[in-house]
Every structure is written in C-alpha cells, then in structure tokens.
C-alpha cells in the first residue's frame, strides 16, 4: 500500500506561483506511476498531470501544458507540481495518486491510491 500526503496549497494571485509536494509512504515508490488530478467546486475530478515510474516521461493536460511540471525525487518518495502563470479558473482541491503501473494515464479509475487533497485558490 501507498499512503499520499499533499502540501504546498495556498492563496496566490494570478500570474503567481505555487510548488505542491506529495509525500508517499512505503519502500516501492518508484515502482508507481504518479499523477496530479484536481476538482473545482460543482465539478468533476480532472487529470492535470503525471509522471512515470523513472520521471522521464511526463504527461499534461492541454490548459497546464507550458505553465506546469510534475517531478519526482524516488529518493525522497515524492512528488512535486510546479505551478506558474496560475489563472483563477486552476483554483480547486489538488490531489496526488498512484498507480501500480510503470507509465502513467489520463483516467481516475487508473489510480489505486490518493491522498487528501491541498486547496489552490488563485484570486483575480
């Protein structure tokens, strides 16, 4: 089992920057695909962002795409979403997810753990 645990969320105006970090438990870290996914108020969860077993593959959706990296430090058991340019409509709940799975995907039902979630609030 992995348990997730995310920190970095906060107020930020637009056009700032903000560094989420998801710490994992359990000595298989870097044998599970990582993702950032996210949900607004009133919305459904959306896949932001994700990285494979070794961090040299990464994955984005087309909003983040430029604005965004995801990381991993397989040393550390973490994960990290570097956040610039954040715009009002990126305010959500942001969660961190694993999957048992070299290559990391699009969907929620491909992550078997999350964590709590850290709220973004990007004011105008």
């Known amino acids: 089992q992995v348990q997730l645990a995310e920190s970095g969320g906060g107020l930020v105006q637009a056009g700032g920057s903000l560094r989420l970090s998801c710490a994992a438990s359990?000595?298989?870290?870097?044998?599970?695909?990582m993702g950032w996914f996210r949900q607004a108020p009133g919305k459904e969860r959306e896949f932001v962002a994700g990285?494979?077993?070794?961090?040299?593959?990464?994955i984005y959706e087309d909003s983040v795409k430029g604005r965004f990296t995801i990381s991993r430090d397989n040393a550390k058991n973490t994960v990290y979403l570097q956040m610039h340019s954040l715009k009002p409509e990126d305010t959500a709940d942001y969660y961190c997810?694993?999957?048992?799975?070299?290559?990391?995907?699009?969907?929620?039902?491909?992550?078997?753990?999350w964590g709590q979630g850290t709220q973004v609030t990007v004011s105008s």
């Open positions: 997810a694993a999957a048992a799975a070299p290559r990391t995907g699009r969907l929620v039902s491909e992550y078997e753990y």
């Open positions: 359990g000595q298989t870290f870097g044998r599970y695909a």
């Open positions: 990285v494979n077993w070794g961090g040299n593959i990464q």
